[in-house]
């Protein structure tokens, strides 16, 4: 199920000081397992002191490129960022799961305007969504609001530059940095007021699709219900957390009790029994059962799965809909079980 594949870093290109582009081959064999859509993520595996890491990174090539390349930003205390930032080098070979992910724009035959506020390293995924709206219609319109530091610590700024150069009248930029003042930029955070002024004033004769969303969940939060307060309905925003806020697990206070779970994973099915206070997945990966899985965190969705019996409550979810939700699916790494007995399917997702 955690289908990794060994492949080969064609490049690495600085993008700041703090930030890199890493590139991979694909061979042949394997370009079917890598196809993607704009706006999803891969999956890294690396094994630090004995120990695996797995760290999800989202591509910001875009699919028609032929290319997969993510971008790494280096971490204050980060592991693999720091490793990929000072050590990865062309021709070294990195495990990676195929594409994933459901913050992707999909290609329609009628012409869309779509706007996408990014705060710093949120911005590899919509490079991806902002080249394909614009290459996939020859009227569609791209507005992105871009919060950085400044312009030096801005990833993908050269790239973001050739954009409004080729799409001049169809690309539209609004950067906001928080340390420096520079003319037509906005200083300060992407907050209520830039959403407004986005809205209201920059753009008030747009009419927009779609908006994406992609940085730590403060600045979603603030976006998503900004953007709702104007009368824009939750399905028109797509959001991607690259960070979360800890939330405290009252849950697993409140829980004493133990579960028999029966996993299936890739056909197979295997009976655990674990405390409630556990999470389901941390209980799944102790038994070296080799189910999906990326952040830990609750913020990629890769450890979905569908509870075919019994019950079981997460800790926090901030990507499954509530229909998905009542149809039961759940974000194994945020799973309690609350019943005696659970069954969760990782192959029926
Ligand atoms: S592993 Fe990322 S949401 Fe569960």
Request: hydrophobic share 35%; charged share 25%.
């Amino acid at each position: 199920m955690s289908d990794f594949h060994a492949l080969k870093i064609s490049s690495v290109d600085a993008l700041t000081q703090n930030s890199v582009a890493l590139s991979f081959e694909i061979p042949e064999d394997k370009t079917e397992a890598f196809q993607f859509e704009a706006g999803q993520y891969i999956t890294i595996k690396h094994g630090v002191n004995g120990q695996e890491l797995r760290r999800a990174y989202s591509i910001s090539s875009a699919p028609s490129s032929g290319k997969l390349t993510v971008g790494i930003k280096k971490m204050t205390n980060g592991t693999f960022s720091v490793y990929a930032n000072e050590q990865l080098k062309a021709g070294d070979v990195l495990e990676v799961m195929p594409p994933e992910g459901r913050f992707v724009f999909e290609q329609t035959s009628s012409a869309k305007n779509v706007a996408a506020f990014a705060a710093g390293s949120g911005i590899t995924p919509i490079m991806s969504i902002a080249q394909t709206v614009l290459e996939s219609h020859s009227e569609n319109q791209f507005v992105l609001v871009f919060g950085n530091q400044s312009a030096e610590e801005t990833m993908y700024l050269h790239e973001i530059q050739e954009l409004q150069r080729k799409y001049s009248d169809r690309f539209f930029v609004q950067h906001v940095y928080s340390r420096a003042q520079e003319e037509n930029a906005l200083f300060g955070r992407i907050e209520t007021s830039t959403v407004n002024f986005i809205l209201k004033n920059k753009f008030k004769d747009t009419s927009f699709d779609a908006f994406y969303l992609c940085g730590p969940e403060e600045m979603i939060n603030t976006v998503s219900d900004t953007l709702q307060k104007n009368g824009i309905s939750e399905e028109r925003i797509l959001f991607e957390l690259f960070t979360s806020s800890d939330t405290e697990d009252t849950l697993a206070e409140a829980l004493d009790g133990k579960t028999k779970v029966e996993v299936i994973v890739d056909d197979e099915t295997f009976s655990i029994t674990m405390d409630q206070k556990e999470l389901v997945l941390d209980v799944v990966l102790k038994e070296n059962i080799d189910a999906p899985y990326s952040c830990q965190g609750g913020v990629c969705s890769s450890c979905i799965a569908r509870i075919k019996e019994g019950k079981a409550e997460m800790v926090k979810n901030q990507i499954l809909t509530d229909g998905e939700v009542a149809e039961g699916l759940i974000l194994t790494c945020q799973a309690h079980p609350v019943t005696p007995t659970l069954k969760v399917d990782y192959d029926d997702v």
